[in-house]
């Protein structure tokens, strides 16, 4: 019996939707090509409110800390995958909220996953990969990785629906730290490329003020603010003995000065 027109067409329409979706290995596009949402107005519809972690009211809270809800520090193998590091801490904060299991997510697969595409690592690319297809957990490429084994073709991926520049460098200060604080007392990590002076790397305590030319570039996860005290609590992946446990903190002025741009997830449902 001959399948009615109607029937044909969705069944080639669907065919065509699985064939879309299964990636390439290495097939990562950017994410300036894919999507980011660049519309203050579209990422504040999109972000996500976390139940019980973030306040729904249009109203800010005082202060804000999802440092408990984090996986703990790691220590990148070296500051070229500072980028790939914070991602992961964010996307797996999202993962692990309603989950017993509490699964760290590998950096070294995003970075080696667009080296074999052909691609220079870089934050916007990773953002496109977890776009595209999604990183694995570390358990099946565990950190420092220099392979990646024919398994992770067989494991769940975990990737995110969209993000958002909640600023970059021609924002002003002020209005840096409002959309910071703003994803944050929603419950969200706002990851930051941040301009810092050559001794950042060695900091010892729990402040960072810099003392010199600001001629390098780190990315931390903010996942902290304190409304009376000015500050902003932010996660570094240099590890525990580097800041304070490996945190550090940060007013909102030097903030303001120092943070390039601010990126938030938009998770997977």
Not at 200 to 228: A, C, K, M, N, S
Request: proline share 6%; with cysteine.
């Amino acid at each position: 019996m001959p399948m009615p027109r109607l029937t044909t067409l969705l069944f080639f329409v669907l065919l065509g939707s699985c064939v879309r979706a299964q990636q390439p290995y290495g097939a990562a596009k950017s994410a300036e090509t894919l999507q980011g949402l660049n519309d203050l107005a579209a990422i504040d519809q999109m972000m996500f409110y976390i139940p019980g972690i973030g306040s729904p009211s249009r109203e800010e809270l005082l202060r804000q800390n999802i440092k408990n809800y984090m996986m703990p520090i790691r220590q990148v193998p070296q500051t070229g995958m500072e980028w790939a590091y914070a991602l992961a801490d964010c996307l797996e904060y999202y993962v692990n909220l309603n989950s017993n299991f509490k699964d760290n997510l590998s950096p070294d697969y995003i970075v080696m996953n667009l080296a074999n595409a052909g691609r220079r690592p870089n934050l916007v690319d990773g953002l496109g990969l977890l776009i595209n297809s999604g990183t694995v957990s570390a358990a099946i490429v565990p950190y420092n990785s220099s392979t990646i084994p024919n398994s992770v073709y067989s494991v769940a991926r975990f990737g995110i629906t969209n993000f958002g520049y909640l600023f970059r460098e021609e924002t002003r200060g002020r209005n840096r730290v409002f959309e910071t604080r703003k994803a944050l007392s929603r419950g969200n990590p706002v990851l930051v490329e941040v301009a810092t002076d050559a001794s950042f790397t060695r900091l010892q305590g729990g402040i960072y003020e810099p003392t010199g030319p600001t001629t390098e570039t780190h990315f931390l996860t903010v996942i902290g603010y304190d409304g009376e005290k000015e500050t902003f609590e932010l996660r570094s992946s240099l590890g525990r003995n580097w800041g304070n446990g490996g945190y550090v903190s940060m007013t909102y002025d030097d903030f303001g000065d120092l943070a390039r741009t601010g990126y938030v997830l938009i998770p997977r449902e």
